[in-house]
């Protein structure tokens, strides 16, 4: 499948099997050949207590995509995801402000744009799905999710909508 990925073609691929057979070990290796091969890599993974914290996968795959890095400030941040975002042509306002607010770059004091204070709208996942698509057409991704069996219900619904929009680019 990588060499499917690196010759221009999206590809989706999942790793299922009991606790204990080694899928860690083999999606380490397959990371590190993936380094060798000088390709992006982005991951993030599921924890035994993330349905108590809502999209923390998605948050975490999104900084790592986005190269927020847990110091970063919150102007070095957005600076970080306006960049990426310009690159996607029609995303709202409204969506752009739900981004920073997925990935909790609004400070406490700083108000909501329409005075709302709620997560994501499945178009704001399409939008950060097209943000992360647009540029993997140009030079292949790989993403990695690990553990999603302890998936919350809304990093789910983004991980559909990604697999969707990634599934033909490399």
Excluded at 47 to 65: D, I, K, N, Q, W
Excluded at 114 to 132: I, K, M, Q, T, Y
């Amino acid at each position: 499948r990588l060499e499917e990925v690196i010759a221009g073609q999206g590809r989706v691929v999942g790793i299922v099997g009991g606790a204990g057979i080694g899928k860690s070990r083999l999606c380490h290796e397959f990371l590190s050949t993936c380094r060798l091969r000088g390709l992006r890599i982005d991951q993030a993974r599921c924890v035994g207590h993330g349905a108590s914290l809502p999209f923390m996968p998605v948050t975490e795959l999104l900084r790592s995509y986005f190269d927020i890095e847990a110091g970063d400030s919150f102007e070095r941040a957005r600076e970080r995801l306006d960049a990426r975002l310009r690159a996607v042509h029609g995303i709202s306002e409204l969506a752009h402000d739900r981004i920073y607010e997925l990935l909790k770059l609004r400070a406490a004091e700083e108000p909501h744009p329409d005075g709302r204070s709620e997560l994501p709208p499945r178009n704001v996942f399409a939008a950060l799905c097209a943000a992360v698509a647009a540029p993997a057409a140009e030079e292949p991704l790989v993403l990695l999710l690990e553990d999603l069996h302890w998936i919350d219900t809304g990093s789910d619904a983004f991980l559909s909508i990604l697999v969707d929009a990634v599934r033909t680019v490399p």
